[in-house]
């Protein structure tokens, strides 16, 4: 499985961002792909989750009302639409993928492919 995300950048609070994760390599056409984020000295968060078959999306608390995750019509890339930013939304952001996950339950622990990460930073 090969991820790629980007997009990230420097925005103002208040401001909009959407990331990109070129995805491929998925061994079956179900397969999950979700969004992650990391703070300098705080753990992975998980935000979204998006399935391949149905469209189907979960979000975490912290990305709820705000970020909006999205596939287009390929399913190769899945977008995250982030509005309303915050300086604490500032971190790298990562997209995952795993196959014949569904996105419910804990599903932000069941990704197992990682791409490389795009910074997101929010100034106040």
């Known amino acids: 499985v090969q991820l790629q995300a980007s997009g990230g950048g420097l925005v103002q609070a208040g401001g909009s961002l959407r990331l990109s994760c070129a995805a491929s390599g998925f061994a079956f056409d179900d397969y999950a792909i979700g969004w992650f984020r990391q703070a300098p000295g705080k753990e992975r968060e998980g935000l979204s989750c998006?399935?391949?078959?149905?469209?189907?999306?979960a979000y975490r608390k912290s990305a709820l009302g705000r970020f909006t995750t999205s596939s287009d019509n390929a399913k190769t890339t899945v977008y995250l639409e982030m509005n309303s930013l915050k300086p604490e939304d500032t971190a790298v952001y990562y997209c995952?993928?795993?196959?014949?996950?569904?996105?419910?339950?804990?599903?932000?622990?069941?990704?197992?492919?990682w791409g490389q990460g795009t910074q997101v930073t929010v100034s106040s």
């Open positions: 995952a993928g795993e196959d014949l996950l569904l996105c419910e339950g804990n599903w932000w622990s069941g990704f197992s492919s």
């Open positions: 998006i399935s391949s078959t149905d469209g189907r999306t």
